[in-house]
């Protein structure tokens, strides 16, 4: 299947889901989440593996490509709503390791790279890496150029990583435990049609090297291997 774009009720599924999101519902608008959503979205994914899939792990390892469920995990949650109000992919060689992320809901398009995720030791390797004059610089510059055109956000401590001195040159970056870059498009023509593929690859593009930093740095978990 070739990529045409996502269906044109794909933000009014997203629009219901998110005042209904209820079994009911979810069970009379499949066929729309199906055809119009996910089947898309793996047919964008499958458009784009080629190129962003080979060498995203440090190791050589080929990422993959992974449309997420649209069940929520709701054991830990207070919110007990079942369904992710958004349809997200994901090509990527290992959790933590750099990632290309696409996301479209109600509210448009995201696209999105970088370190979503940290076990411990990845943690421990991001720290190091930042620490480390050369690494950390060359982090520095890349978010740098991204500019204006891209969000830089992660999960963050309130205050510095023990053993940080506050003086510390990259100290913003040190307190970041996850971190990654996302851009996002209001729900407009061309989210419904074949230059759709574009606008991910040309994001995808220039998140090229920060993915490539945390392939290189951080890498998969040990404990997922």
């Not at 599924?13 to 009379?28: M, P």
């Not at 899939?53 to 709701?74: I, Q, Y």
């Not at 809901?105 to 943690?123: I, K, N, P, R, W």
Request: with cysteine; net charge neutral.
């Amino acid at each position: 299947m070739r990529f045409e774009g996502f269906g044109d009720g794909a933000v009014e599924f997203y629009e219901g889901l998110e005042a209904d999101n209820s079994k009911a519902y979810w069970s009379d608008q499949l066929a729309v989440y199906r055809e119009q959503v996910r089947a898309p979205m793996e047919a964008l994914l499958a458009e784009l593996e080629s190129e962003f899939a080979a060498g995203v792990d440090s190791s050589g390892a080929s990422g993959k490509g992974k449309v997420f469920r649209p069940h929520r995990d709701v054991r830990f949650s207070p919110d007990k709503s079942p369904y992710k109000t958004h349809c997200g992919a994901v090509i990527e060689a290992g959790r933590g390791g750099g990632a290309y992320y696409v996301e479209v809901g109600a509210a448009g398009m995201l696209v999105a790279g970088g370190c979503f995720h940290t076990e411990s030791d990845q943690l421990a390797r991001y720290r190091a890496a930042v620490d480390e004059p050369v690494h950390g610089e060359r982090l520095r510059e890349i978010l740098a150029a991204l500019g204006s055109r891209w969000e830089i956000t992660g999960d963050t401590l309130a205050t510095r990583p023990r053993g940080v001195p506050a003086d510390h040159p990259r100290l913003e970056l040190l307190r970041h435990r996850t971190l990654y870059a996302a851009r996002r498009w209001e729900p407009d023509d061309l989210l419904h049609e074949r230059g759709c593929v574009s606008r991910v690859r040309k994001g995808w593009r220039e998140l090229r090297e920060l993915n490539q930093w945390c392939a290189d740095h951080v890498g998969p978990s040990d404990r997922r291997r």
